[in-house]
């Protein structure tokens, strides 16, 4: 195997201790860690025979399924660069992202229109089916292929692009080894159900959290509360980790179960509970705690560029609401003189992929600049005030949407809510409201969400407009609300 700390050595590993474990699960089909690692061994040799080689880039667009598994390892195995897109995208932000990436390869199963997208971007094209059939006609035996070092490109993960260009996230082998160790952060051993979809950096590092530590990843394609609470029973799952908006359907399914009483409406195999990525409101982390009575619960705050930045833990998480907690192991934090966020640490990023003026901005003197404002209270404990770039800059203050959207939230009536800055002649912008009503038939009215400000929040962060809508717009993947989508469709609607 590659020299240090190499992808390929954690299937490697895993299929000589523990070849009878499964290390995969979807559904009724189990992929054991032997099978797994011979498979990624004949697929790296189909990719060789293909003329992939080491620092190549192969884009593989995709649903979830474990015929991806082996293809992953295979290109950690040879030293090229696993780079996934996601398979909700329209044909031309998926071209996009293709020849943005500059791969030698596109693997595509048949929910989407690979051939289509790999001709347009004037690179191979493979049916993932047809690779699966190739691999499985390769003898088994050592590989012939240069092997890669700690230092080289695993993958390059895209960021979600809500707002502005999206750019390639290139993280190493001993990046992605370091950020998932079994010593990186307490975990309880057995199976853990993974919601995110294979695209998507929080999927890789769950399942790279599970094989370092040889435990089995069960997948669950389905983000609806039911299906993921029959595969946490099914499979004794001891931790489960969703973004709020999954964890409000888990416990809408466990609640329903109760009504119906056809089961006790708790998942007690759960030892960690785990949020992130957006606010986890404390009434959604009560129902946390009564959906996972034996469960830790834990707050964790990110990012692809800096992978786990800092964690809220056990009873901190209900004593500090709102809060991301404090630093992570190997991670050092600052903030700037406008209260910018920014880490230094072992577990950063390489860099944006082919766009240096990208990572020269954001990588500064060893320091990653998140881009999000934070505030830290006297315990040293962090919370994150908004994105620099959602700041509403109205009268000459500065205004942090999420601070706003904090004290909305827990007014009755308020299912979502959202806070943006719209343009005005006088002001530069002024802060707006967009509320998701619980009942549209009881609408909290404007001056309702201005008292609750009252005490709370300076006076010019109260909102002047209030809009009111059936959903907001959020990124599939993490939850975030698309402030800028709905900045247009208001604006549209006014002109």
């Known amino acids: 195997m590659g020299q240090g700390l190499v992808i390929g050595e954690v299937f490697a590993g895993a299929a000589r201790a523990v070849p009878g474990r499964a290390a995969a699960i979807l559904g009724d089909r189990v992929l054991t860690f032997a099978e797994l690692s011979a498979a990624g061994e004949r697929t790296a040799r189909a990719l060789l025979d293909l003329g992939v080689a080491k620092g190549d880039r192969v884009v593989c667009w995709n649903t979830t399924s474990l015929d991806i ?38 693997i595509a199963d048949e929910k989407v229109d690979g051939a289509a997208v790999a001709s347009r971007a004037d690179v ?62 307490l975990e309880p051993r057995g199976p853990m159900v993974c919601v995110y979809p294979l695209f998507h950096m929080g999927a890789w590092t769950i399942a790279l959290q599970q094989w370092q530590a040889r435990d089995t990843l069960v997948l669950v394609p389905q983000t609806d509360g039911a299906s993921i609470v029959a595969a946490v029973r099914a499979h004794e799952a001891t931790r489960l980790n969703c973004v709020p908006a999954v964890w409000e359907r888990v416990i809408a399914a466990l609640a329903a179960e109760r009504t119906a009483e056809t089961g006790d409406g708790t998942l007690p195999s759960l030892r960690f509970a785990d949020s992130g990525t957006s606010a ?12 996972a009575p034996n469960a830790t619960l834990r707050v964790f705050y990110g990012s692809t560029e800096a992978g786990n930045v800092t964690s809220l833990d056990g009873p901190d998480v209900l004593r500090k609401p709102g809060s991301c907690g404090v630093p992570s192991i190997f991670q050092h934090l600052a903030l700037d003189p406008e ?47 908004g994105r620099t770039r959602d700041l509403i800059r109205t009268g000459g203050e500065s205004v942090a949407p999420n601070e706003v959207e904090t004290v ?18 006088t002001w530069g912008e002024i802060v707006c409201a967009v509320v998701v009503p619980d009942d549209p038939s009881s609408i909290p009215g404007p001056a309702a969400l201005r ?19 059936e959903t907001l717009p959020r990124t599939t993947a993490t939850g975030q609300i698309q402030r800028k ?11």
């Open 339 to 385: 209260g910018e966020l920014c880490v230094r640490g072992p577990l950063l990023f390489d860099g944006y992929f082919d766009d240096p003026a990208a990572t020269a901005a954001a990588l500064q003197n060893g320091w990653y600049r998140t881009g999000d404002m934070a505030t830290t209270d006297d315990e040293g404990y962090l919370t994150i005030a």
């Open 280 to 291: 986890t409101v404390p009434e959604l982390l009560e129902g946390i705690a009564a959906a």
């Open 408 to 425: 909305l939230a827990a007014l009755a009536g308020v299912r979502d809510v959202a806070v943006i800055g719209l343009p005005d002649t």
């Open 69 to 106: 598994l082996p293809v992953f390892a295979a290109l950690a195995r040879i030293g090229a660069v696993y780079v996934p897109v996601g398979p909700a995208l329209p044909a031309d932000e998926a071209e996009a992202l293709v020849r943005a990436a500059k791969p030698v390869l596109l």
């Open 451 to 469: 008292t609750a400000c009252e005490g709370r929040l300076a006076p010019h962060k109260h909102p002047r407009r209030v809009f009111y809508a």
């Open 124 to 185: 191979a094209h493979l049916a993932l089916a047809e690779l699966v059939a190739q691999a499985a006609t390769e003898p088994a035996g050592p590989l012939d292929a240069p092997e890669p070092d700690e230092a080289d490109p695993h993958t390059i993960f895209f960021t979600s692009g809500s707002t502005g260009r999206p750019k390639g996230v290139v993280l190493s082998h001993r990046v992605n080894m370091l950020r998932t160790h079994p010593g990186s952060q």
């Open 485 to 495: 989508q709905l900045v247009e469709e208001i604006l549209a609607a006014r002109a």
